[in-house]
Nanobody
């Protein structure tokens, strides 16, 4: 059973930074694309960033230059470094992956950007 657990969210002022972490178990981690999504109240869940097992990354336009996704294939972790946060980044952030045709999500970690 694939299990994903996110940590690192919190309350931060505009312009601040947070490092989100996700630890994965139950899969051959290095073989899977990992991604971060987010969902704000009243909005659909959107893809923020993804990273292949070999480290190829992709970002949605609104976070390019501010967020960085990375992974550690030894410790089965994926990270999202978020810099220069804006109120519009406020959302619950989810770690996800597709394993054997099924999409798995963690429970999410809340990021709130407010002064």
């Amino acid at each position: 059973q694939v299990h994903l657990v996110e940590t690192g969210g919190g309350l931060v002022q505009p312009g601040g930074s947070l490092r989100l972490s996700c630890v994965a178990s139950g899969l051959n981690f290095r073989l899977h694309v990992m991604h971060w999504h987010r969902q704000a109240p009243g909005k659909e869940r959107e893809l923020v960033a993804s990273i292949t097992g070999g480290g190829v990354t992709n970002y949605t336009d609104s976070v390019k230059g501010r967020f960085t996704i990375s992974r550690d294939n030894v410790w089965n972790r994926v990270y999202l470094q978020t810099n220069n946060l804006k109120p519009g980044d406020t959302a619950t952030y989810y770690c996800g992956t597709n394993c054997k045709g099924r999409v798995y999500w963690g429970r999410g970690t809340q990021v709130t950007v407010s002064s």
